[in-house]
Structures are given as C-alpha cells and as structure tokens.
C-alpha cells in the first residue's frame, strides 16, 4: 500500500474568504457536514434513511479541529478545468457499493464520491510527505508522479518530500496507516492522511482492484510458454505458479486471458490428489486425451497439503507478521513426477515456471497507468479538502473515498460460488474439486445482504431502536 500522508500545518483561526459561485452549495453544506460526519467518524456508519441508503462517510479535519477556514480550489483558474463544470464534485455525490440489486432489496452502503472541491489548505503552506512501502508493483512510480505533478500543478504546491520506506510485506501497511491517522487526531493536528491501496494479489476488499493487477495478469505470458512446452513433447506438462498468498485472482485471470490452461488452482478452492475425481486422475485423463497439459496454481494453494509437518508446526512468519508459505509449486511438481513414476508407471515430463519476480517487475500496462493517474490525483484532490483516514479507490468504475476500517476489516478473495469462477471452471473444463460440504461452507462465507434502515423500518419491520438521521 502507498500513503500518501500530506502534512499540512496552518492556522485555525480567520473568516473564510467570499464563497465563488462554483461552490455555493458546498459552503452551505459545510456547516452541516460537520454534524454528518461526527455520526460516521472513525468508521460509524452515517444512516441515510431518507435517501433509502447508508452512507459510509470518511473523517474531516473540520471533525476535531473547529472553526477551519476554506479557499476556493485553484483548479477554478485553471484553463483546463474551469471550462468543465463537472469536473467538480458536490458534497452530496455518493458511489453505491452494489449496483446490481433486486427490486425488492435495500440500495445498501454508498461512499463519498471522490474529486475536487472546496480546499481546506493554502498551497503556500503545505508541506506533502510520499510514503511507500512492501514490495515492487507495476505502476508504483506513476502512481507517485502524479502525486508529486497532481500537487504542484493543480494545487501550486511547491514542497514534497519523498521517502521510500521498503518493508517486508505490505499487508499490514493500511491498518499502520490507520494508527498514524488515529494519532494525529488525538493531538488535533491539522494533518491530511490519506491511503493508496498497493497489492498486486487484488486482496483488498470494496475497491474494484488494485493497482498492478492488470500488469501482473499479462503473466499469461508465462502460461504460453508453458503450453509450448507442454505441447512440444508426448505428454508434457506445463507447471505455473504465481502469486496470491491469500487470493487467486492473478491465477484466475490469467488463465481466462490464456485459454490454454488445463487445470487452475487457488487458495479459496480446496482440492486434493489422490482418490476419485482427485488432481492425480484428472491430469491422467487429460494427458490420454491430448497428449499434453498446463496447470497453474497460486502460491497460496494447497498449502494445508504440504507435508512437511515440522515447518508447518513451527508457523514462521516475516517482518509483516504474514505467515511463510512452502514452495508450492516445487512440492507440487515432485508428487506429480512421483505419482506418474512410481504409481502409475506412466513417462511424463514435466516443466516448472516460476514467473514471480517477473511479473511484479515489469513495467505497468497503458490501463495500469491511466489508472494509477486517476488514483493519485483522487487522493490528491482528497487530501485538499480536508478528508482524512481514507483510502481512496473504484467502486463500480467511480473513485470514492473509503474509511480506512473498510479495508481493514476483512481481505477480497475469488468467489467459488461467483459467476467467475464457474467461467473459468467452463474454460478449462476441470472438475470443481469440491465436495457438497466445501461448496455449502463456502456459501456461508459470503457476505450477508445489506440492511434497510428507512423511517424506523429495517428491510420492513419496525425496530424499537433509535436510528440517527
């Protein structure tokens, strides 16, 4: 994850200057926000029930720091957007979190709607300060380009500060994000902190997808090599393994982008070797019928299987507290090279490819890049305005401003009950792996429906408690 902690320190005191007209109806709602907010401060929710949703709003600065002057936003002098009415947000512009409802059910949670409005900082006196930690991710450098060119250029900020801070890891960024921001409230600082979600496993949960994802999907080129291999000798088998500690979508997508995988293996769908229907018989059935397979598999995958007690007894971690994983993919290779040699008596060869540091190194794609862009300068036009312990992110193709808990609170992981998983399953064609028992379980971990909360009903029943408005 990068966060973007812009350090803004001005004086308290003073009258707002003359309202522009652009911003009319913000300043009249600035007042009233301040109340809003202090309902969905540190991640309560705010009911909407007029409006038939819930708004789950991100702290101000306005929250416990009182009488904030605004300016208008400098964008309004410039050229290229004063021109564009739009380009500007109403404080009243939400991004529903679910699109896809029935006629009957709630419109559940909506975020702020991210973009430029009315500034709570003079450019003269910033001070931003880029922080970046974990790993390598296509399109990290843009994504700081254009903070620092976001800043500068449609803000007039003349000072930043760039620190690069590489620590092990990266899971846990957001949620030390979440304590700084936890900090600089206590003391009242004027301090902007906001949160650029950077993994590229697509874990972080609400947002569409993280940045990089996209680059490191084109690790279907690792798949074609592969399948070339695979194909170039009698029952060749092509062996894949790429990342995702806790989430296989880099797996699943690459496959569908592909077409030439055999068999795709996640963390969130458990499967096993031996017996019926098992790993080891499908891949026999498969090598009968063409001659040839490719398999790829998360690294994450598998790894309650491993049977190597005696590491799984000692549960190492790394610096961020994340559990080390075995090699599944070279633990994988060897079974199957076992199983065929000793068991079955049946000659195979077998290719293993381990593209992981070539997929989180390589240069981010044109969709990377634009994105990246659109991320930076959503978190910059936040942090202007005075928003603060957000991460920032699409919501149904919209960029919105999260509260930091969101993202905290749980990880995205691929769906075995989704429409996706069952395209890939049609893909490539291979057996689910999945007894009733793991289908049954795997449907309770999705997520309840949203709850209605409108004129002292919820989803139409009346509640005895009282519901704020």
């Given at each position: 994850?990068l966060?973007?902690?812009?350090?803004w320190?001005?004086?308290?005191?003073?009258?707002?200057?003359?309202?522009?007209?652009?911003?009319?109806?913000?300043?009249?709602?600035?007042?009233?926000?301040?109340?809003?907010?202090?309902?969905?401060i540190?991640?309560?929710?705010?009911?909407?029930?007029?409006?038939?949703?819930?708004?789950?709003?991100?702290?101000?600065?306005?929250?416990y720091?009182?009488?904030?002057?605004?300016?208008?936003?400098?964008?309004?002098?410039?050229?290229?957007?004063?021109?564009?009415?739009?380009?500007?947000?109403?404080?009243?512009?939400?991004?529903?979190?679910k699109?896809?409802?029935?006629?009957?059910?709630?419109?559940?949670?909506h975020?702020?709607?991210?973009?430029?409005?009315?500034?709570?900082?003079?450019?003269?006196?910033?001070?931003?300060?880029?922080?970046?930690?974990?790993?390598?991710?296509?399109?990290?450098?843009?994504?700081?380009?254009?903070i620092?060119?976001?800043?500068?250029?449609?803000y007039?900020?003349?000072s930043?500060?760039?620190?690069?801070?590489?620590?092990?890891?990266?899971?846990?960024?957001?949620?030390?994000?979440?304590?700084?921001?936890?900090?600089?409230?206590?003391?009242?600082?004027k301090?902007?902190?906001?949160?650029?979600?950077?993994?590229?496993?697509?874990?972080?949960?609400?947002?569409?997808?993280?940045?990089?994802?996209?680059?490191?999907?084109?690790?279907?080129?690792?798949?074609?090599?592969?399948?070339?291999?695979?194909?170039?000798?009698?029952?060749?088998?092509?062996?894949?393994?790429?990342?995702?500690?806790?989430?296989g979508?880099?797996?699943?997508?690459?496959?569908?982008?592909?077409?030439?995988?055999?068999?795709?293996?996640?963390?969130?769908?458990?499967?096993?070797?031996?017996?019926?229907?098992?790993?080891f018989?499908?891949?026999?059935?498969?090598?009968?019928?063409?001659?040839?397979?490719v398999?790829?598999?998360?690294?994450?995958?598998?790894?309650?299987?491993?049977?190597?007690?005696?590491?799984?007894?000692?549960?190492?971690?790394d610096?961020?507290?994340?559990?080390?994983?075995?090699?599944?993919?070279?633990?994988?290779?060897?079974?199957?090279?076992?199983?065929?040699s000793?068991?079955?008596?049946?000659?195979?060869?077998?290719?293993?490819?381990?593209?992981?540091?070539?997929?989180?190194?390589?240069?981010?794609?044109?969709?990377?890049?634009?994105y990246?862009?659109?991320?930076?300068?959503?978190?910059?036009?936040?942090?202007?305005?005075?928003?603060?312990?957000?991460t920032?992110?699409?919501?149904?193709?919209?960029?919105?401003?999260?509260?930091?808990?969101?993202?905290?609170?749980?990880?995205?992981?691929?769906?075995i009950?989704?429409?996706?998983?069952?395209?890939?399953?049609s893909?490539?064609?291979?057996?689910?792996?999945?007894?009733?028992?793991?289908?049954?379980?795997?449907s309770?971990?999705?997520?309840?429906?949203?709850?209605?909360?409108?004129?002292?009903?919820?989803?139409?029943?009346?509640?005895?408690?009282?519901v704020?408005?």
């Open positions: 994850m966060v973007t902690a812009a350090v320190r001005l004086p308290c005191g003073g009258a707002p200057p003359d309202a522009d007209h652009r911003f009319e109806k913000k300043v009249a709602c600035s007042n009233s926000r301040n109340g809003f907010l202090k309902r969905a540190m991640g309560l929710e705010s009911d909407s029930a007029e409006f038939g949703y819930t708004l789950e709003d991100v702290p101000h600065l306005s929250d720091i009182s009488h904030l002057p605004t300016y208008p936003n400098p964008l309004q002098d410039n050229p290229a957007y004063s021109a564009v009415r739009q380009y500007f947000v109403d404080l009243d512009d939400t991004v529903a979190q699109i896809v409802v029935h006629k009957d059910m709630p419109r559940g949670t975020f702020r709607r991210a973009g430029p409005q009315r500034v709570y900082f003079e450019s003269d006196d910033v001070h931003a300060c880029i922080v970046t930690c974990g790993g390598l991710c296509p399109g990290l450098n843009t994504v700081i380009r254009e620092v060119c976001g800043l500068h250029h449609m007039g900020v003349k930043v500060l760039g620190i690069n801070v590489y620590i092990i890891g990266g899971d846990g960024t957001q949620k030390g994000a979440a304590v700084v921001f936890e900090e600089i409230r206590r003391r009242g600082l301090v902007a902190v906001a949160g650029i979600p950077k993994t590229i496993d697509n874990d972080i949960p609400v947002i569409d997808k993280s940045f990089g994802f996209d680059s490191a999907v084109e690790a279907e080129r690792a798949i074609t090599a592969a399948h070339v291999e695979a194909t170039s000798i009698e029952n060749g088998i092509g062996l894949v393994k790429l990342m995702g500690r806790y989430s979508f880099i797996a699943m997508y690459a496959t569908l982008a592909s077409r030439d995988v055999d068999c795709c293996l996640i963390p969130e769908s458990p499967f096993y070797l031996e017996g019926a229907v098992g790993l018989e499908y891949i026999e059935k498969r090598l009968k019928e063409n001659g040839h397979m398999i790829v598999i998360a690294e994450g995958a598998g790894q309650e299987l491993l049977s190597d007690s005696r590491l799984l007894s000692a549960n190492p971690q610096a961020s507290g994340n559990k080390l994983l075995q090699d599944v993919g070279l633990w994988l290779s060897q079974r199957i090279k076992d199983h065929f000793k068991q079955r008596k049946m000659a195979i060869n077998l290719k293993y490819i381990d593209p992981t540091y070539m997929i989180r190194a390589i240069p981010s794609n044109a969709s990377d890049n634009v990246c862009t659109l991320l930076a300068q959503s978190a910059v036009h936040g942090a202007m305005a005075g928003y603060t312990g957000f920032v992110g699409p919501v149904n193709g919209r960029h919105a401003y999260i509260p930091f808990h969101r993202i905290n609170e749980s990880r995205n992981k691929v769906v009950t989704d429409r996706m998983w069952a395209r890939l399953l893909s490539t064609n291979q057996p689910s792996f999945l007894s009733p028992k793991d289908v049954t379980e795997a309770k971990r999705e997520k309840a429906p949203s709850v209605l909360i409108e004129n002292g009903f919820v989803n139409g029943e009346r509640t005895n408690k009282d704020a408005c």
